[in-house]
């Protein structure tokens, strides 16, 4: 089912409401003071089910965890931020869905959608953080919202482009990257200033795990999301601001 007009236009307060209730959702019940429970955070609740096997001790556990989240958070901001180069910042945040041509440079010559894949692995850093019933809530509604998305920006693409939309979707797979390229470069230009601004918010998120993990808290770290979302919204409106009209 694809997503209507209305969801697509308001498509990032929509993601941002999902992560909210993340970790927030009233269905979390209070944590226990030894920091368990089922409104424990997924990174300690993670590590703990690592170390109760006997392999390695509590705090390697932690590290593991979180050696995992930093990979996640750096390949979902690498793979956002290289779609957003090719795509263009204005064409990503657009309230409607844009056209003009195939996109064929960058992650578009190994899969359709590098920005919606970009966004799952990130989210899977991010719902470390959360509450277990929050992070599983998160990544399914987040999946399944922006699978949405992909359908409706595919049939408007199919039904704007044609033939070449559709010889495009036959070579370039959706969503698993194909190692080499399938199709030749158009020889766009990349723009990587507007691209690490447009993604300023999965960066710090990165630079934030890498830099304060290591000291195993999780509501640092969830205030530091919160600094980076302000960032990213201050970066979005004045962006917004000084687009050209149309």
Not at 6 to 28: C, L, Q
Not at 209 to 230: D, E, P, S
Request: net charge positive.
């Amino acid at each position: 089912m694809k997503t209507t007009a209305f969801e697509f236009r308001h498509r990032f307060w929509i993601i941002m409401a999902i992560y909210v209730f993340g970790f927030v959702a009233p269905w979390n019940v209070e944590m226990h003071l030894d920091g368990t429970g089922p409104n424990a955070h997924l990174w300690g609740m993670l590590a703990a089910l690592l170390s109760k096997t006997g392999i390695m001790s509590i705090q390697s556990a932690f590290n593991v965890v979180l050696g995992m989240g930093i990979l996640c958070a750096v390949t979902g901001a690498w793979l956002r931020t290289w779609g957003s180069a090719y795509l263009g910042a204005d064409v990503m945040s657009d309230a409607t869905m844009r056209g003009e041509g195939v996109v064929a440079d960058g992650p578009y010559r190994h899969l359709r959608n590098p920005l919606y894949l970009g966004a799952w692995v990130n989210t899977l850093a991010v719902a470390l953080l959360m509450p277990a019933s929050g992070a599983v809530f998160t990544i399914v509604l987040i999946v399944l919202f922006q699978m949405r998305l992909i359908l409706a920006e595919e049939s408007f693409l199919g039904g704007k482009q044609g033939g070449a939309y559709r010889a495009y979707c036959a070579r370039v797979p959706r969503l698993l990257p194909a190692l080499r390229p399938r199709i030749a470069a158009s020889g766009a230009r990349a723009r990587w200033t507007q691209a690490v601004l447009a993604e300023i918010m999965m960066w710090g998120v990165t630079v934030s795990f890498a830099v304060l993990g290591w000291r195993y808290n999780a509501f640092l770290l969830t205030k530091c999301v919160l600094v980076w979302l302000g960032v990213s919204l201050v970066v979005r409106a004045f962006r917004t601001q000084n687009r050209p009209a149309a």
